[in-house]
């Protein structure tokens, strides 16, 4: 079974800074999406990137990229120049590509991002 | 715009009251998800429609049920709320091929709404 593992629970940044926020995942597959998605205090979850297993380059939405390293399992987030918009709790989340799975996701705990003025 | 709607955004019930959550949406999309998050956790799975297809997590109470009347709403029934229910429940849609073999491509990310807050009393 695939595991999602987000180690940071909370972190903070100053706003303009840069942080990056680390996500492990556990997976025999070799074929598979992961993502991140931003859930802002009492609003609703949005997508703020997406990666694709295949795909060697990393994708960049932005002020948000992703460094993904298939052969460490590792797919880390980099917010570049914080804004206080940025606060919000962080999952990383994985979907295998194989059949049957029907979108549904694999979460990790979260990472709740604070960001100082 | 298209969007995840549900209703109500915050619910009060009493303990052993049945407690309908609505969602809606105007995506078109065949999947409609229902998740549990609770403070401060990951969001928590406990069933899908993948059209008119149920499909229940092995590890859903069977105090929650749902229902899928047409491809743009889905119901969450709460039969019996506990103290233990109290959350918020997110309702979230996709858009996922057929799932037989090698048919299953894309990132088919989902869409949320906002989340009904049930409070227990």
């Known amino acids: 079974a695939q595991t999602v593992t987000q180690s940071q629970p909370e972190m903070s940044v100053q706003e303009a800074e840069t942080v990056t926020l680390s996500c492990t995942y556990d997976t025999s597959e070799s074929d598979y999406y992961l993502f991140w998605y931003k859930q802002p205090p009492s609003r609703q979850m949005i997508l703020v990137i997406r990666?694709?297993?295949?795909?060697?380059q990393n994708a960049t939405e932005n002020r948000f990229s992703v460094n993904f390293q298939k052969a460490a399992k590792s797919f880390s987030l980099k917010i570049s120049d914080s804004q206080l918009g940025d606060a919000a709790m962080y999952f990383c989340a994985y979907r295998t590509n194989y059949g049957g799975s029907q979108g549904n996701l694999i979460f990790g705990k979260g990472t709740k991002l604070s960001v100082k003025p | 715009d298209a969007m995840v709607i549900q209703n109500p955004r915050y619910q009060v019930t009493q303990f052993g009251k049945p407690v309908t959550l609505s969602c809606s949406q105007t995506l078109n999309h065949n999947v409609m998800y229902w998740y549990q998050q609770k403070s401060s956790q990951a969001p928590k799975l406990l069933f899908h429609?993948?059209?008119?297809?149920?499909?229940n997590e092995a590890d859903t109470p069977d105090n929650f049920q749902s229902r899928r009347p047409n491809t743009s709403f889905c119901f969450l029934d709460i039969r019996s709320p506990g103290l233990g229910d109290a959350a918020m429940y997110l309702c979230?849609?996709?858009?996922?091929?057929?799932?037989?073999?090698?048919?299953?491509?894309?990132?088919?990310?989902?869409?949320f709404g906002p989340g009904t807050r049930l409070t227990v009393t």
């Open positions: 979230a849609t996709s858009r996922v091929g057929a799932h037989t073999s090698g048919s299953n491509k894309g990132p088919y990310e989902q869409y």
């Open positions: 990666q694709e297993a295949y795909k060697q």
């Open positions: 429609y993948y059209d008119k297809d149920f499909n």
